[in-house]
């Protein structure tokens, strides 16, 4: 029995004996290793090598990841982006970028005190820039300001001549002022106006005579430009009175008496003149008349039955107002021209 434990116990110690040298290599040195007392630090300074060398390839795995993410990503830039970026890397001309740095500098001008520059004449906004609208306003103001003022003028000249002669009128006509409105003739007693410088007045119930119609053309003192026209050649106001005489009444001769100017116009214009009366207008000096008064008759003797002393007394009177005074018993207007 003890030679069976001692048996057993000498196995173990040469199991451990041959164990021990099985983790030395034939290279390694027994002796130093079981003479090294800094065998531990040694394997602990190999572990901590091991980490760093993990920890290294580590570090450069992860820079390879982010080296291989970093040309994804410049393969998704915009190709002007890298064009500009290419641009920096490459070296620059000295030549292009001269000047530069005095561009870059601040300016001395920019120290200088603010200069204010006057607007020009043509972009101011003053009265002269509307001097044509103001002219036409003007001109437009002084239009209708005329307008009415020659409107009035000529109404009150109208209502004046009717007041002053209305009494003779209602003396000689049984009917004065008729405006033919109504069916059976009525005294209106008034003018009829036909447009702001033209009057008519219908006057009728007299023996031998028809009717009489007076006509007040006035000067157009409404317009503006006509007043402007008077300036240069002066006229005035005309009063005109035709007779219609009842024809088993009238004698038969065409007679006409006024100024010269008139004469010759009324022989060329009025058809019963220029074919009864051929002859030259003749002076009235003659019978007593101004020498600003001319006469045109169909035979003399109906000149001496008509220029009685009454009737010289009273032309020779008013012969500065009088323009023409015309009987007529083949009365037909004006001459028709013929073409």
């Known amino acids: 029995?003890?030679?069976?434990?001692?048996?057993?116990?000498?196995?173990?110690?040469?199991?451990l004996v041959v164990g021990k040298f099985d983790d030395f290599?034939?290279?390694?040195?027994?002796?130093?290793?079981?003479?090294?007392?800094?065998?531990?630090?040694?394997?602990?300074?190999?572990?901590?090598?091991?980490?760093?060398?993990?920890?290294?390839?580590?570090?450069?795995?992860?820079?390879e990841e982010a080296t291989v993410e970093l040309e994804d990503q410049e393969d998704f830039e915009d190709p002007d982006i890298v064009g500009e970026g290419d641009a920096e890397g490459e070296p620059f001309d000295d030549e292009e970028f001269e000047g530069y740095e005095e561009a870059d500098r601040p300016s001395s001008r920019s120290k200088d005190p603010i200069k204010i520059v006057n607007v020009p004449h043509h972009l101011q906004n003053s009265w002269e820039s509307y001097y044509m609208e103001i002219l036409m306003v003007t001109g437009l103001l002084a239009y209708i300001m005329n307008y009415i003022i020659g409107k009035n003028k000529n109404n009150r000249l109208a209502a004046a001549w009717f007041n002053s002669h209305k009494e003779l009128l209602e003396g000689n006509f049984f009917l004065v002022g008729d405006d033919g409105v109504n069916k059976e003739p009525t005294s209106t007693g008034k003018l009829n106006q036909e447009n702001e410088h033209i009057y008519n007045l219908w006057c009728s119930g007299r023996v031998c005579c028809e009717g009489m119609l007076i006509q007040l053309k006035f000067l157009k003192r409404q317009d503006l430009l006509n007043v402007l026209a008077r300036?240069?050649?002066?006229?005035?106001?005309?009063?005109?009175?035709?007779?219609?005489?009842?024809?088993?009444?009238m004698d038969t001769y065409v007679f006409a008496i006024g100024s010269r100017k008139a004469m010759v116009r009324m022989q060329k214009e009025m058809q019963d003149l220029s074919e009864f009366c051929s002859d030259k207008p003749k002076s009235g000096i003659k019978f007593g008349l101004p020498d600003s008064l001319s006469i045109l008759s169909e035979m003399g003797e109906v000149t001496e039955g008509?220029?009685?002393?009454?009737?010289?007394?009273?032309l020779s009177n008013h012969a500065d107002k009088i323009e023409s005074v015309h009987f007529s018993d083949q009365f037909s207007g004006v001459k028709i021209m013929q073409e």
């Open 306 to 314: 008509i220029l009685d002393n009454r009737m010289v007394h009273f």
């Open 1 to 15: 029995m003890q030679l069976h434990l001692l048996f057993l116990l000498l196995v173990q110690g040469c199991g």
């Open 25 to 63: 290599d034939d290279t390694d040195d027994i002796v130093e290793y079981d003479d090294n007392d800094f065998a531990e630090f040694e394997d602990a300074n190999e572990d901590a090598t091991e980490e760093v060398l993990q920890k290294v390839t580590t570090v450069q795995d992860d820079e």
């Open 231 to 249: 300036m240069m050649r002066p006229a005035s106001d005309q009063v005109q009175i035709k007779v219609t005489m009842n024809e088993e009444d």
